[in-house]
Protein backbone atom coordinates (compact mmCIF):
# COMPACT_ATOMS: atom_id res chain seq x y z
CA UNK A 1 0.00 0.00 0.00
CA UNK A 2 1.02 3.21 -1.31
CA UNK A 3 1.55 6.32 1.51
CA UNK A 4 -1.86 8.07 -0.30
CA UNK A 5 -3.47 5.31 -1.60
CA UNK A 6 -7.36 5.89 -1.51
CA UNK A 7 -6.63 10.33 -0.85
CA UNK A 8 -7.58 12.87 -3.22
CA UNK A 9 -4.76 15.76 -3.46
CA UNK A 10 -5.72 19.31 -5.29
CA UNK A 11 -2.71 21.40 -5.87
CA UNK A 12 -2.70 25.07 -7.20
CA UNK A 13 -0.32 26.50 -9.71
CA UNK A 14 0.30 22.42 -10.53
CA UNK A 15 0.58 22.83 -14.28
CA UNK A 16 4.51 22.76 -13.82
CA UNK A 17 7.57 23.29 -11.80
CA UNK A 18 7.63 22.56 -7.98
CA UNK A 19 3.82 22.21 -8.07
CA UNK A 20 3.42 19.56 -11.02
CA UNK A 21 6.74 17.74 -9.57
CA UNK A 22 4.74 17.26 -6.40
CA UNK A 23 1.40 16.35 -8.13
CA UNK A 24 3.70 13.43 -9.88
CA UNK A 25 4.76 12.37 -6.63
CA UNK A 26 1.51 12.28 -5.24
CA UNK A 27 0.05 10.38 -8.04
CA UNK A 28 2.88 7.65 -7.29
CA UNK A 29 2.12 7.61 -4.20
CA UNK A 30 -1.63 6.40 -4.92
CA UNK A 31 -3.06 9.54 -4.81
CA UNK A 32 -6.03 10.63 -7.15
CA UNK A 33 -4.77 14.28 -8.11
CA UNK A 34 -6.71 17.79 -9.27
CA UNK A 35 -4.55 19.81 -10.70
CA UNK A 36 -5.56 23.83 -11.13
CA UNK A 37 -3.18 26.55 -12.81
CA UNK A 38 -4.26 29.53 -14.22
CA UNK A 39 -4.10 27.81 -18.00
CA UNK A 40 -6.59 25.83 -18.00
CA UNK A 41 -4.77 23.76 -21.30
CA UNK A 42 -1.71 23.77 -19.45
CA UNK A 43 -3.36 22.60 -16.30
CA UNK A 44 -5.57 19.48 -18.36
CA UNK A 45 -2.33 18.37 -20.33
CA UNK A 46 -0.21 18.07 -16.95
CA UNK A 47 -2.91 16.16 -14.64
CA UNK A 48 -3.30 14.18 -18.34
CA UNK A 49 -0.06 12.99 -18.00
CA UNK A 50 -0.81 11.65 -14.27
CA UNK A 51 -4.71 10.36 -14.78
CA UNK A 52 -6.06 13.19 -12.99
CA UNK A 53 -7.82 16.00 -13.73
CA UNK A 54 -6.66 19.84 -14.52
CA UNK A 55 -9.22 22.67 -14.74
CA UNK A 56 -8.29 26.36 -14.63
CA UNK A 57 -8.36 28.12 -11.63
CA UNK A 58 -6.79 31.50 -10.42
CA UNK A 59 -6.32 31.08 -6.69
CA UNK A 60 -7.04 35.10 -6.19
CA UNK A 61 -11.05 34.61 -7.04
CA UNK A 62 -12.80 32.75 -4.57
CA UNK A 63 -15.39 31.35 -6.85
CA UNK A 64 -12.21 29.43 -8.93
CA UNK A 65 -11.40 27.98 -5.56
CA UNK A 66 -14.65 26.49 -4.85
CA UNK A 67 -14.58 25.39 -8.40
CA UNK A 68 -11.57 23.60 -8.19
CA UNK A 69 -12.54 21.96 -4.48
CA UNK A 70 -15.69 21.10 -6.12
CA UNK A 71 -14.26 18.55 -9.03
CA UNK A 72 -14.08 15.79 -6.52
CA UNK A 73 -16.51 14.87 -3.60
CA UNK A 74 -13.66 14.53 -1.40
CA UNK A 75 -10.73 16.93 -0.49
CA UNK A 76 -8.39 15.12 1.85
CA UNK A 77 -5.21 17.35 0.68
CA UNK A 78 -4.68 20.44 -0.46
CA UNK A 79 -1.57 21.75 -1.55
CA UNK A 80 -1.41 26.15 -1.79
CA UNK A 81 1.88 26.61 -4.36
CA UNK A 82 0.81 29.09 -7.02
CA UNK A 83 2.86 31.77 -7.27
CA UNK A 84 4.58 34.84 -9.17
CA UNK A 85 7.19 36.80 -8.57
CA UNK A 86 7.31 40.89 -9.54
CA UNK A 87 10.48 41.51 -8.22
CA UNK A 88 11.45 45.42 -8.12
CA UNK A 89 13.49 47.83 -5.60
CA UNK A 90 11.25 49.51 -3.18
CA UNK A 91 12.03 52.64 -5.79
CA UNK A 92 11.25 51.55 -8.51
CA UNK A 93 8.12 48.83 -7.58
CA UNK A 94 4.58 49.60 -8.59
CA UNK A 95 1.74 49.40 -6.29
CA UNK A 96 0.27 47.45 -9.15
CA UNK A 97 3.63 44.68 -8.66
CA UNK A 98 3.02 44.50 -4.52
CA UNK A 99 -0.75 44.20 -4.81
CA UNK A 100 -0.82 40.92 -7.11
CA UNK A 101 2.04 39.26 -4.95
CA UNK A 102 -0.10 40.12 -2.28
CA UNK A 103 -3.10 38.33 -3.92
CA UNK A 104 -1.56 35.53 -5.62
CA UNK A 105 0.47 33.89 -2.64
CA UNK A 106 -1.64 35.46 0.38
CA UNK A 107 -5.07 35.80 -0.76
CA UNK A 108 -4.81 32.65 -2.87
CA UNK A 109 -2.91 30.71 0.21
CA UNK A 110 -5.93 32.03 2.22
CA UNK A 111 -8.46 31.32 -0.27
CA UNK A 112 -7.43 27.75 -0.43
CA UNK A 113 -7.24 27.08 3.72
CA UNK A 114 -10.27 28.52 4.12
CA UNK A 115 -12.26 26.62 1.24
CA UNK A 116 -10.57 23.24 2.19
CA UNK A 117 -10.80 23.53 5.65
CA UNK A 118 -14.52 24.06 5.29
CA UNK A 119 -15.55 21.17 3.35
CA UNK A 120 -12.92 18.90 5.81
CA UNK A 121 -14.19 20.04 8.53
CA UNK A 122 -17.96 19.10 6.96
CA UNK A 123 -17.14 15.76 5.97
CA UNK A 124 -15.53 15.30 9.25
CA UNK A 125 -12.78 13.52 7.75
CA UNK A 126 -9.45 15.38 8.69
CA UNK A 127 -6.96 16.72 6.22
CA UNK A 128 -3.85 17.97 5.56
CA UNK A 129 -2.88 21.10 3.79
CA UNK A 130 0.57 22.16 2.55
CA UNK A 131 1.41 25.84 1.98
CA UNK A 132 4.51 26.55 -0.08
CA UNK A 133 6.29 29.60 1.67
CA UNK A 134 9.73 30.22 0.73
CA UNK A 135 13.04 31.36 2.60
CA UNK A 136 13.16 34.72 1.48
CA UNK A 137 9.91 35.04 3.80
CA UNK A 138 12.53 34.39 6.78
CA UNK A 139 15.00 36.51 5.83
CA UNK A 140 14.06 39.14 2.80
CA UNK A 141 15.41 39.26 -0.19
CA UNK A 142 16.42 42.47 -2.07
CA UNK A 143 14.43 43.21 -4.57
CA UNK A 144 11.90 41.30 -3.50
CA UNK A 145 9.40 43.66 -0.35
CA UNK A 146 6.69 42.56 -2.27
CA UNK A 147 7.51 38.60 -2.02
CA UNK A 148 9.37 38.30 1.02
CA UNK A 149 6.17 40.00 3.05
CA UNK A 150 3.37 37.62 1.33
CA UNK A 151 5.82 34.36 1.99
CA UNK A 152 5.98 35.70 5.54
CA UNK A 153 2.69 36.17 5.45
CA UNK A 154 2.03 32.39 4.48
CA UNK A 155 3.28 31.23 7.93
CA UNK A 156 1.18 33.17 10.14
CA UNK A 157 -1.33 32.28 8.03
CA UNK A 158 -0.24 28.63 8.57
CA UNK A 159 0.17 28.93 12.11
CA UNK A 160 -2.96 30.64 12.82
CA UNK A 161 -5.26 27.87 10.63
CA UNK A 162 -3.01 24.86 12.34
CA UNK A 163 -4.55 26.54 15.69
CA UNK A 164 -7.92 26.78 14.52
CA UNK A 165 -8.27 23.36 12.28
CA UNK A 166 -6.36 21.03 14.80
CA UNK A 167 -9.38 19.97 16.69
CA UNK A 168 -11.08 18.90 13.39
CA UNK A 169 -8.22 16.52 12.54
CA UNK A 170 -7.24 19.27 9.64
CA UNK A 171 -2.91 19.91 9.86
CA UNK A 172 -2.09 22.78 8.22
CA UNK A 173 2.14 23.06 7.32
CA UNK A 174 4.27 25.09 5.55
CA UNK A 175 7.76 24.45 3.28
CA UNK A 176 10.17 27.08 2.91
CA UNK A 177 12.20 26.33 0.09
CA UNK A 178 15.04 28.41 -0.98
CA UNK A 179 17.00 27.81 -4.31
CA UNK A 180 14.81 25.31 -6.34
CA UNK A 181 16.28 24.60 -10.16
CA UNK A 182 13.07 25.63 -12.08
CA UNK A 183 12.70 27.19 -15.40
CA UNK A 184 12.27 30.92 -13.14
CA UNK A 185 15.41 30.28 -11.20
CA UNK A 186 17.55 28.91 -14.56
CA UNK A 187 16.59 32.47 -15.69
CA UNK A 188 19.25 34.31 -13.80
CA UNK A 189 21.79 35.86 -14.31
CA UNK A 190 25.07 33.84 -14.08
CA UNK A 191 26.65 36.32 -11.48
CA UNK A 192 23.10 36.31 -9.05
CA UNK A 193 23.00 32.54 -9.47
CA UNK A 194 27.09 32.45 -8.40
CA UNK A 195 26.31 34.00 -5.27
CA UNK A 196 23.45 32.38 -3.84
CA UNK A 197 25.36 29.40 -4.83
CA UNK A 198 27.96 30.96 -1.84
CA UNK A 199 25.68 30.95 0.42
CA UNK A 200 24.27 27.34 0.42
CA UNK A 201 26.45 24.73 2.70
CA UNK A 202 25.56 21.95 0.47
CA UNK A 203 27.20 24.11 -2.46
CA UNK A 204 23.96 23.23 -4.54
CA UNK A 205 20.95 24.56 -5.64
CA UNK A 206 17.85 22.02 -4.87
CA UNK A 207 15.54 20.07 -7.25
CA UNK A 208 11.88 20.14 -7.10
CA UNK A 209 11.82 16.36 -6.28
CA UNK A 210 13.55 17.64 -3.14
CA UNK A 211 10.80 19.84 -2.18
CA UNK A 212 7.94 17.48 -3.46
CA UNK A 213 9.16 14.61 -1.48
CA UNK A 214 8.98 16.97 1.62
CA UNK A 215 5.08 17.89 0.08
CA UNK A 216 4.39 14.16 0.37
CA UNK A 217 5.95 13.82 4.14
CA UNK A 218 3.73 16.61 5.34
CA UNK A 219 0.70 15.11 3.14
CA UNK A 220 0.62 11.93 4.54
CA UNK A 221 0.48 10.34 7.76
CA UNK A 222 4.08 10.27 8.25
CA UNK A 223 3.96 13.43 9.90
CA UNK A 224 0.93 12.80 11.74
CA UNK A 225 1.88 14.95 14.71
CA UNK A 226 3.04 18.19 12.81
CA UNK A 227 0.59 20.99 12.49
CA UNK A 228 1.91 24.35 12.17
CA UNK A 229 5.26 23.94 11.16
CA UNK A 230 7.54 24.91 8.35
CA UNK A 231 9.99 22.81 6.85
CA UNK A 232 13.13 24.71 4.93
CA UNK A 233 14.61 22.75 1.77
CA UNK A 234 17.54 24.80 1.03
CA UNK A 235 20.41 23.13 1.72
CA UNK A 236 21.24 24.97 4.54
CA UNK A 237 20.92 28.01 3.66
CA UNK A 238 20.31 30.66 6.25
CA UNK A 239 19.96 28.49 8.63
P1 LIG B 1 6.48 28.32 -11.61
O1 LIG B 1 6.34 29.71 -12.13
O2 LIG B 1 7.23 27.32 -12.41
O3 LIG B 1 5.00 27.72 -11.30
C1 LIG B 1 4.00 28.46 -10.67
C2 LIG B 1 2.68 28.08 -11.26
O4 LIG B 1 1.64 28.85 -10.60
C3 LIG B 1 2.57 28.40 -12.76
O5 LIG B 1 2.01 27.30 -13.46
C4 LIG B 1 1.65 29.60 -12.79
O6 LIG B 1 0.87 29.69 -13.96
C5 LIG B 1 0.75 29.32 -11.59
N1 LIG B 1 0.05 30.52 -11.17
C6 LIG B 1 0.47 31.80 -11.14
N2 LIG B 1 -0.48 32.61 -10.70
C7 LIG B 1 -1.56 31.83 -10.43
C8 LIG B 1 -2.88 32.09 -9.98
N3 LIG B 1 -3.30 33.34 -9.69
N4 LIG B 1 -3.73 31.06 -9.82
C9 LIG B 1 -3.34 29.80 -10.13
N5 LIG B 1 -2.11 29.49 -10.58
C10 LIG B 1 -1.24 30.50 -10.73
O7 LIG B 1 7.11 28.47 -10.16
P2 LIG B 1 7.86 27.43 -9.20
O8 LIG B 1 7.47 26.05 -9.49
O9 LIG B 1 9.28 27.81 -9.20
O10 LIG B 1 7.24 27.87 -7.80
C11 LIG B 1 6.17 27.20 -7.16
C12 LIG B 1 5.99 27.77 -5.76
O11 LIG B 1 7.21 27.61 -5.03
C13 LIG B 1 5.66 29.26 -5.74
O12 LIG B 1 4.75 29.54 -4.70
C14 LIG B 1 7.01 29.88 -5.47
O13 LIG B 1 6.87 31.15 -4.90
C15 LIG B 1 7.61 28.87 -4.52
N6 LIG B 1 9.06 28.91 -4.40
C16 LIG B 1 9.87 28.65 -5.49
C17 LIG B 1 11.25 28.68 -5.34
C18 LIG B 1 12.18 28.38 -6.48
O14 LIG B 1 13.41 28.45 -6.27
N7 LIG B 1 11.72 28.00 -7.66
C19 LIG B 1 11.87 29.00 -4.05
C20 LIG B 1 10.93 29.26 -2.99
C21 LIG B 1 9.58 29.20 -3.17
P3 LIG B 1 1.38 30.57 -15.21
O15 LIG B 1 2.69 29.98 -15.63
O16 LIG B 1 0.29 30.39 -16.23
O17 LIG B 1 1.53 31.97 -14.71
Not at 38 to 67: F, K, P, Q
Not at 77 to 91: E, K, S, Y
Not at 110 to 139: D, F, P, Q
Not at 211 to 235: I, K, P, Q
Request: proline content about 2%; glycine content about 12%.
Amino acid sequence: MSLLTGRTAVVTGGAQGIGFAIAQRFAAEGAEVIIGDLNGDAAARAADELGGLGIACDVTDASDVDTLLAVVPNVDILVNNAGITRDATLRTMTEDQFDQVIAVHLKGTWNGVRKAAALMRERKSGGAIVNISSLSGKVGMVGQTNYSAAKAGIIGLTKAAAKELAHHGVRVNAIAPGLIRTAMTEAMPEKAWDQKMAEIPMGRAGEIDEVASVALFLASDLSSYMTGTVLEVTGGRFM
